[in-house]
């Protein structure tokens, strides 16, 4: 249902045009409150006589009233929305909302919208497929937009049937998915480590591992779309994230990280401890650059750093959880067991590098989930972000 949630819906010069009235409908019948703002290109395919009747409200489509001059306010609509959908949406409209061409009332409100967006384009297949607009599609959503398209054909990589708008229905219930997602984890925080640690020998080098960071950015962004507010706690990583609810703290050293995860973790809910953290650093830090030395071999001293996890399992307190990851090379059971114990941990994530298309750099994962009662469930090899999905429902579970 969408009870009470007021959309915004622009439409845009697109023969799908039509559908928009069907869109109104569903969404009206849902429960939601919706008003529509149409480009001067859309009104060509449908009336503003028939949205109005639809939603009972007259339309917006222009800066200024026509009888009476009044301002139509985008700042106002950016406001009172709950989402923005743009249903159908143009090549050239999704070209001027990438650049921030405001040249109608449409364009102005999507610039001014403080809720989430929703993208469903409509076009032909060689539009569609043109590198200028699955480039502007791209930057859409790394400016945390959400595109609705038909899923592709029976062929993965074919874009048969992509173009074409999304059906209404289709339309409508993911809003729908997306308001109770984001209900989920509303008013928890959740602290999350990511990526490797670097630990400096002298001002050029470092000692680190191949963690790219890409599970524990899932995870936040994941734990973000369903409301939570995150604190993600990141070693150097080559990401960035676009979701509101998400504060980064940028860290380079396990100490560093350790330091911020136990300043931030009394105050949550959930911690999820993802990031591959040097187990070892440098006894000594060189602050000038170590010289070669001709033909002879050094030994270079390490002394261990802090187990995050471990330190927050013991200050753990009831009604806080505490999830964290193994990656094994062998005995892989045994070991995250073992871990789990050790750390005080409500469940653990195990991958093995055994595993094709598991672990490190990579987009995909295959995990294994242990928790304390002794349960055991296997997941099959999945993207890191449904990856990020199974593990926040077992979170909430
Ligand atoms: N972890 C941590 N701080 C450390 C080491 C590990 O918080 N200094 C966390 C990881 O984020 C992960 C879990 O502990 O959630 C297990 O990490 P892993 O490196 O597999 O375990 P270690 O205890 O370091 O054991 P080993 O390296 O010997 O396998």
Excluded at 10 to 25: D, H, N, V
Excluded at 87 to 114: C, E, F, Q, R, W
Excluded at 134 to 156: C, M, V, W
Aim: proline share 5%; aromatic share 6%.
């Amino acid at each position: 249902m969408l009870t009470g949630k007021k959309i915004v819906l622009g439409i845009t010069g697109s023969i799908a045009a039509y559908k928009a009235a069907y869109l109104c409908r569903a969404l009206i019948k849902k429960g939601a409150e919706v008003q529509t703002v149409i480009t001067p290109a859309g009104k060509e395919f449908i009336t503003p006589v028939t949205l109005s009747a639809l939603t009972h409200k007259p339309v917006v489509s222009d800066f200024f009233s026509a009888n009476d001059g009044t301002w139509h306010s985008h700042v106002d609509l950016g406001l009172w929305a709950d989402a923005m959908l743009i249903a159908p949406a143009t090549a050239s409209s999704i070209g001027k909302m990438v650049n921030g061409i405001a040249d109608n009332m449409l364009i102005t409100a999507y610039l001014s919208m403080k809720a989430p967006v929703f993208v469903a384009p409509a076009m032909d297949l060689d539009m569609y497929a043109h590198p200028s607009t699955q480039h502007n599609l791209d930057r859409l959503k790394s400016f945390g937009n959400h595109i609705i398209e038909p899923a592709t054909g029976y062929l993965a990589s074919s874009l048969e049937g992509k173009g074409r708008m999304e059906e209404p229905d289709a339309i409508v219930r993911a809003l729908e998915d997306f308001f109770a997602r984001n209900e989920q984890l509303s008013k928890k925080k959740i602290i999350i480590t990511a990526g490797p640690t670097y630990e400096k020998i002298d001002p050029v080098r470092y000692i680190s591992n191949y963690s790219s960071g890409k599970m524990g950015f899932a995870l936040a962004e994941e734990c973000a779309l369903r409301g939570a507010e995150v604190i993600l706690i990141s070693g150097p990583v080559q990401l960035d994230v676009i979701h509101p609810n998400i504060r980064r703290i940028n860290v380079e050293s396990a100490e560093e990280m350790y330091r911020a995860a136990l300043k931030y973790f009394p105050a949550t809910d959930v911690g999820i401890l993802c990031a591959a953290v040097a187990d070892y650093r440098p006894l000594l830090y060189s602050e000038n650059k170590l010289k070669r030395k001709n033909g002879e071999s050094v030994v270079l001293e390490l002394t261990p750093n802090p187990d995050i996890a471990a330190a927050l399992g013991t200050i753990k307190k009831p009604g806080q959880r505490l999830i964290g990851f193994a990656l094994e090379t062998d005995n892989e059971r045994m070991h995250a067991e073992e871990k789990l114990r050790k750390k005080n941990l409500d469940f653990i994530v195990l991958n093995s590098l055994n595993d094709t298309g598991a672990g490190f750099r990579g987009d995909t994962n295959k995990i294994t989930i242990l928790d304390t009662h002794g349960n055991v469930k296997e997941f099959p090899l999945r993207t890191k972000k449904e990856v990020a999905k199974d593990i926040i429902d077992e979170t909430i579970n």
